[in-house]
């Protein structure tokens, strides 16, 4: 059932030094540590403490109430859950207030946790045992921080993303409360609207103000998404010139090399930001995910392992780890692993019916298992309607890679599951928007060579169609050379097709009739097959990127 609607959620109205009025919410399954922090809560003059056991029980109290202060568990075996799908939860249902102050306590800190609370902006991470100094110390602190940054993400939660900005900007100038926190919620939220040049801006005003590397990165992640990987490779290896130890900075820097289609290099990018930190399930699966695309299928099958190994039933997993392991398993003749693959795929599907990702990669490989079994005519099926979707607009370069792949693997064993082989040239001509792409979806297909091939002629056909028309608007023929390029664009689907219409146009408006027209029709092939759906993501799209940070209601609204 949907939840039930809420009244409007409480603002920190009191001054965070204040904790007389306040109230909290212990959640824990150990009677003795709900008691302990109960004492320590009161003991710092909170006004009401309640207790809970279970994770369940701590869900109703916070639909019921409001609580100023959540202090939880991390671990309640008892449930089969954590704290952290707790937290998860109530920010997906819009349960927890950002005015509530969320404390997570734990027994160990490894990195895994420390990273999943980064993706659910938990407040605070405690690691018993503990002061009770330290825990008001860190209940203070959390809640400077949100009286002072409350009015941006009341902007965020009203969707007024505009007031934001300005706010954040007038923080900046000003030199406010929190003022470096706020620019970089400031340029996120541009960056996160595809503001390029307003967000590049405000991080470097931000690293002018306070030269920090994390400002630095957001130069180059906003080079990146702009389309001028140069530009931000420059930005990263002056970076890690001065910061050699910063793996965020080679996560970016791994992403650029791959759309230059510098792939070696960007493997080596990645197994560094791995090697500097061997437990982040993250990082793992990205080197994983590059190797298998690149052709690097046992390095990708040992890695991808690992990760799985270290994180399954953590919330920095991505299934596409299964998807590309069920895909070795079916190319080395293991039924067993696809399966068991196969199954995982299908309880997560169960939590999640509604995520069309999760539905593709449960019936792509859903198709491999049905012809491992011998029933062809289902595995044709499937296969068929995988390939009904290449022209969705949430049909995006990872979809087209995982296709190839499995495309190339049943045709190289004899599988006749491909009723029109004319499939892997519409993929080619949607996905091939350069040289370094067409030669990834080349990679992908590389079981099957013919495969191969089709894809990179695919690529040089694009480039004829695109180049042509570019070069006659520059000799005059703007509006003959916009109609071309917009049929091409609406018939292949090709981000580069689509971007190179909309420069023609905003170059050569003045000399195209009907140019407004011409707007309203290039704009929404733009929103619907623009370049970012072009690009390798390596990963969940809807995760925190590297070096960024959470936004809450905007990340809320992204999701599934």
Known sequence: MPDAPRSPQPTVARSPGDLRKASALVVDGNPTTRMTVAGQL??????????????ADARRELERSHFDVVVCGDEFPKEGGTGQELLDDLRRSGLLPYATVFIMLTNEATYLKVAEAAESSVDSYIVRPYSAGSLNDRIEQARIRKVALQPLYQALEAQRPEEAVALARQRLRDRGPQWLQAARIGAEVLLRLERFEEAEALFQAIGQADPKPWARLGVARTQLDAGAPHRAMDTLLALLEDEPDYPEAYDVLGRAQLELGQFQAALATLEKAVQLTPMAIGRLQRLGMLAYFCGNRDQAVEVLERSTYLGLDSKMFDSECLVLLALSAFARNQPAQLERHLAELRKRLRANPADLRLQRFTDLIAALSFEQQGHREKATNLIAIACTQIGEPH??????????CALAELTHRGADVLKDDKVIDRIGRRFATSKAMGELLANAASAHEPFAERLRRSQDEMVWLIERPVKAAGNGEAATALEELVRTAEGTLNARAVESAWLVLQRYAAEIPEAERWQERVER??????TARNKPALGDRRLRPSGGVNLGPMDRA???
């Open 395 to 404: 049909f995006d370069m990872e979809a087209a890679l995982n296709l190839l």
């Open 42 to 55: 009161r003991t710092m003059g909170m006004h009401s403490v309640s207790q809970v056991s279970r994770i």
């Open 525 to 530: 092939l733009r929103e619907a097959y623009g």
């Open 558 to 560: 992204a999701a599934p």
